[in-house]
């Protein structure tokens, strides 16, 4: 049975940090890339960050960068999202998500970012407040 979990979400103030987790079981690292959404209120679901261990594919949605990294420890099944000087706009409900990418025709975490629809496994959310 797979298991996709986030966890660390919280309310924060402008400029604060939090680290998201996304602990994972019946996956694999080597199998199946991971990313991260975010969805607002009223606002479609977009990618922040990907991860596909097996090929070094990593990606950082553009108006991320410097701010978001994403981080892997494959001894505790669980993807990382560090977010940074967050501010009011990051204000959202954060998914992680998975696809098996190993010999698949499509790549979940290419240059341009994973997209929900290729998700097949998601977790609950966990909610990510910023107050200014």
């Known amino acids: 049975e797979v298991q996709i979990v986030e966890s660390g979400g919280g309310l924060v103030q402008a400029g604060g940090s939090l680290r998201l987790s996304c602990v994972f079981s019946?996956?694999?690292?080597?199998?199946?890339?991971f990313a991260w959404f975010r969805q607002a209120p009223g606002k479609e679901r977009e990618g922040v960050s990907c991860v596909y261990r097996s090929d070094g594919s990593t990606y950082i949605a553009d108006s991320l960068k410097g701010r978001f990294t994403i981080d892997w420890d494959y001894t505790k099944n669980t993807v990382y999202l560090q977010m940074n000087s967050l501010d009011p706009g990051d204000t959202a409900t954060y998914y992680c998500?998975?696809?098996?990418?190993?010999?698949?025709?499509?790549?979940?975490?290419?240059?341009?970012?994973?997209?929900?629809?290729?998700?097949?496994?998601w977790g609950q959310g966990t909610q990510v407040s910023v107050s200014s």
């Open positions: 019946g996956l694999t690292f080597d199998d199946y890339a």
């Open positions: 998500s998975s696809r098996k990418t190993l010999r698949s025709s499509v790549h979940f975490c290419s240059l341009y970012g994973p997209a929900p629809e290729n998700s097949d496994y």
